[in-house]
């Protein structure tokens, strides 16, 4: 099993920036890659980021030049800077971590982009 702890959310204005963080315990040796989801009241859940083990990433088109996924491999950790945050990125954002056949998911931090 592995187990996700996300930190970092919180209030910004409109153009501001966030750093979230997601650290992963447990079989973190089976972890084939990690990513950010978000969802928003009344919305689906949507990828926003995912790095791969081997360090390859990918990043949704709203938010491409905006969010960089990054990790420490050594603390387990995975990040999201988020730079020019606009209210549409108000959400709650959910770390997820993918094994061979399982998948696990971070209790989620909320991010409030308001004025």
């Known amino acids: 099993q592995v187990q996700l702890v996300e930190s970092g959310g919180g209030l910004v204005q409109p153009g501001g920036s966030l750093r979230l963080s997601c650290a992963a315990s447990?079989?973190?040796?089976?972890?084939?890659?990690m990513g950010w989801y978000r969802q928003a009241p009344g919305k689906q859940r949507e990828l926003v980021a995912v790095?791969?083990?081997?360090?390859?990433?990918n990043c949704a088109d709203s938010v491409k030049g905006r969010f960089t996924i990054s990790r420490d491999n050594a603390k387990n950790t995975v990040f999201l800077q988020m730079n020019s945050l606009k209210p549409e990125d108000t959400a709650v954002y959910y770390c997820?971590?993918?094994?061979?056949?399982?998948?696990?998911w971070g209790q989620g931090t909320q991010v409030t982009v308001s004025s």
């Open positions: 997820s971590a993918v094994l061979p056949s399982e998948r696990y």
């Open positions: 790095i791969t083990s081997g360090g390859v990433t």
């Open positions: 447990g079989s973190t040796f089976s972890i084939r890659a």
